[in-house]
C-alpha cells in the first residue's frame, strides 16, 4: 500500500496531550502562532501526515472537539498493535510541542438533519459521533446513544457523555457482551436517522439491520475499507480520457486510474488510496463507472457522475473525466 502524497499540508504544533481511554491519547492541534483554523462540521476528519521511515504516511482522523473553538482541533488515536505504523507514530512521537502536517478538514458523515437520531458507536468510532451528539443536543432533536467497546476503560470520553444521562447506552463487551442492535434497529422508525462509526464487523451488522428501513436513513464512516464483492472483482484495461488536460491514457489491469493518472505528471490530490477518505473524488463526464469504494451511497452510485479514482475503475472500454 502506497500511502505517500506530494502535496504540502498546514504545520500544526500538538498544544495539549491527554490519555482519554486504555491505549486511545487525545490531541489539541493549534496553528504555532495561534490563529484561527478553517471551519469544521460535526463528522468531519483531517488528513494528518506523518513522516514514517518509509516517507510519508496518510491517516484520517475524525475531529473530536468543539466547532465552536475556531483555534483547536482535537483528535483522538486508538493504538493499533497490528496498524501500518500510523498509530504508533502519533502514540510515541505525538508529544506536547511537537509539529505535524494536516490537510483538511473534509467532511463525508455530515449531520443530517432529522427529527430524532440514533447513533451507534463502535470503541474509537466515537471521535465524529461524540460532536454530532452535541449538536444534536445543542437543535433540541430527539436523540439517543447506543455506545460499544472492550472494557469500560477502553471507551473514550465517557466524562463528556456522563452529562447527557440515560440517553446515552455504554455497553462494554466484557459487562454486556455484542450490542444489542436487534433491539435498537429491529423496527424501522419514522424520520430516524441512524449515524454509526466503529470496526467493519459493527458497521456490517448495523447495515443489515437496517435494510428494512428508508433509503438515506443510515450514514456510516469507515475506518477501513469495506470488504465488498467490487474490490475484489477483476480487473481490465481500459482508456480514461482527461478532459481538462487533453490526455489520453489507458489504465492498464494492474494500476489504478489515479495511479495512471500521477505517471501523466497530472496533479490530482489524494490521501488514503482506499477508496474510503473521499479526497480523489473525481466528475465523471462519460462512461459508466465501477465502483469499487467504501464511501459513496447507493444513489451517487447509481448516479454514475462521480468516482473515487484511487480504487474504482470503468465498466467499458472508456471513462471521460473531468481532470
Not at 267 to 286: M, Y
Amino acid at each position: 500500500m502506497n500511502d505517500r502524497l506530494p502535496q504540502a499540508g498546514t504545520t500544526l504544533v500538538v498544544a495539549t496531550r491527554t490519555l482519554a481511554a486504555d491505549d486511545v491519547v487525545s490531541l489539541t492541534l493549534r496553528r504555532p502562532d495561534g490563529g484561527v483554523l478553517p471551519v469544521w462540521t460535526p463528522g468531519a476528519h483531517i488528513d494528518v501526515i506523518l513522516e514514517g521511515d518509509e516517507g510519508e504516511l496518510i491517516r484520517q482522523y475524525s475531529l473530536c472537539g468543539d466547532p465552536a473553538e475556531p483555534g483547536a482541533w482535537r483528535i483522538a488515536v486508538l493504538r493499533e498493535p497490528q496498524g501500518r505504523g500510523g498509530s504508533a507514530y502519533v502514540h510515541d512521537r505525538l508529544h506536547e510541542g511537537a509539529t505535524v502536517q494536516v490537510r483538511g478538514p473534509r467532511n463525508n458523515f455530515p449531520l443530517r438533519p432529522a427529527a430524532r437520531h440514533l447513533f451507534i458507536a463502535g470503541g474509537v468510532g466515537i471521535t465524529p459521533i461524540l460532536p454530532m451528539v452535541e449538536a444534536a443536543e445543542a437543535a433540541g432533536a430527539d436523540w439517543r446513544l447506543l455506545y460499544g467497546g472492550r472494557t469500560r476503560t477502553s471507551m473514550a470520553f465517557l466524562d463528556r457523555l456522563a452529562l447527557y444521562g440515560d440517553r446515552v447506552l455504554v455497553r462494554p463487551q466484557d459487562e454486556y457482551g455484542l450490542l444489542d442492535l436487534a433491539a435498537h434497529l429491529g423496527v424501522p422508525e419514522r424520520d430516524t436517522l441512524v449515524h454509526a462509526c466503529g470496526p467493519e464487523p459493527l458497521l456490517h451488522a448495523v447495515r443489515e439491520r437496517c435494510a428494512g428501513w428508508p433509503p438515506g436513513a443510515l450514514g456510516v464512516e469507515r475506518f477501513t475499507p469495506a470488504r465488498t464483492a467490487e474490490a475484489g472483482a477483476p480487473a481490465e484495461a481500459f482508456e480514461v480520457e482527461l478532459a481538462r488536460s487533453g490526455l489520453t491514457l489507458t489504465v492498464p489491469a494492474d494500476r489504478s486510474v489515479l495511479e495512471t493518472v500521477e505517471e501523466a505528471g497530472i496533479a490530482v490530490d489524494f490521501s488514503c488510496r482506499e477508496g474510503t477518505c473521499g479526497t480523489c473524488e473525481t466528475d465523471v463526464l462519460d462512461g459508466r463507472p465501477d465502483h469499487r469504494d467504501s464511501l459513496l451511497t447507493e444513489d451517487e452510485r447509481a448516479a454514475g457522475d462521480t468516482m473515487l479514482i484511487c480504487v474504482s475503475r470503468s465498466c467499458g472500454p472508456r471513462l471521460v473525466l473531468d481532470l
